[in-house]
């Protein structure tokens, strides 16, 4: 006898990132067309009655409003461009939680990890979000133990994505635990997506990118580096541009700037090289111009930084 369909919900506010609805419900709709049966019912509701406008100006009539729907198999919170200064009502996070505790499990897509940690339901647990917002949630959600670079995380029944077009790929992977690996791979296939997508949120972020901060003496220094990154610097050869010891000059630097100099220099040198790589440029010719002693040694180096190597990554991210 065919199991019945599992419910999936998709709770939107107003001002919704649409992939971040459409996304995750068009996986569980190719699952059911692949495989000629009804394995997913989806709905999205809202917190309150009425049409929402998204933040691409679509309008969507929801199926329904969260605190009059029924427990669910999966329930997951979409994500919003205002979601992370959005302070919910008492009432919405009982809903919230309410929901999420019933489910078999729930989660969030992008942003939707503010709304949904408003239940408490987050706190000691791992989560993704997006990585230009990681920074504002561990500040805003202490007690929440945020994995900047993941694409999406699953805690227990707890299920996070990343950015906006993650969704997709928690989706996907609730359809290969639900389903298996074969139907899982036929949706990759049939929505032209990566089945397992190459490394984490690094490649796309801007985190950890080098920037000037600290007493003038040291901004001159850092252009001086941002503007000749081939160079062989040392601590001891930027120590010695400041008539400093290498000792006294980390210290300062550190105090002031807020990373050790080495691993700001390596920032620096990582942050030249994936320009160089947007721009098509061979790894080989990309070590050189960045500093780095090898071809070897910059490719271990890129690797733990993006987890791809640095040939993968201009193949994903260069221009023609």
């Known amino acids: 006898m065919p199991k019945p369909p599992r419910t999936v919900i998709v709770l939107a506010m107003p001002g919704f990132q649409l992939l971040d609805v459409a996304g995750p419900l068009d996986v569980f709709a190719e699952a059911n067309r692949g495989s ?3 394995h997913y019912q989806t709905r999205v509701h809202a917190l309150t009655k009425g049409p929402l406008v998204s933040s691409a100006g679509v309008r969507l009539m929801p199926d329904g409003v969260l605190g009059d729907a029924a427990p669910c198999d999966t329930f997951l919170v979409a994500g919003a461009p205002d979601a992370p200064d959005t302070v919910l009502p008492e009432r919405s996070i009982a809903a919230l ?13 992008c942003t939707g990890a503010f709304l949904l940690a408003q239940t408490g339901l987050l706190a000691r ?3 993704t979000t997006h990585w230009a917002h990681a920074d504002a949630f561990a500040s805003r959600f202490p007690d929440v133990v945020v994995d900047v670079d993941a694409i999406h995380v699953a805690d227990g029944k707890l299920r996070t994505a990343a950015g906006v077009t ?3 790929d928690l989706a996907l992977s609730l359809v290969e ?3 298996g690996p074969d139907t899982a791979h036929e949706v990759a296939s049939q929505l032209v997506m990566y089945f397992r997508r190459p490394g984490g949120q690094a490649p796309f972020s801007k985190a ?3 920037r000037v901060s ?4 040291l901004q001159e220094l850092q252009r001086y580096v941002l503007a000749h990154p081939e160079l062989p610097h040392t601590v001891a050869s930027l120590a010695d541009r400041l008539h400093l010891s290498p000792r006294h000059f980390a210290r300062m630097f550190t105090d002031e700037v807020g990373k050790a100099p080495g691993a700001w220099l390596a920032d620096v040198r990582l942050a030249a090289a994936r320009l160089m790589l947007d721009a098509n440029r061979t790894p080989k010719q990309v070590a050189a111009a960045c500093g780095f002693a090898d071809p070897d040694s910059f490719s271990r180096a890129f690797s733990r930084s993006f987890g791809l190597s640095p040939a993968q990554y201009r193949r994903l991210h260069a221009g023609s």
């Not at 309410?98 to 897509?109: I, L, T, Y």
């Not at 600290?214 to 003496?217: E, L, P, S, V």
């Open 97 to 109: 939680a309410a929901h999420a505790k019933a489910a078999r499990r729930f989660g969030s897509v």
């Open 208 to 210: 950890g990118t080098a």
């Open 36 to 38: 000629g049966r009804t």
């Open 166 to 168: 993650a969704g997709l």
């Open 125 to 127: 647990r791992r989560i």
């Open 177 to 179: 635990e639900d389903l």
């Open 214 to 217: 600290g007493r003038a003496a």
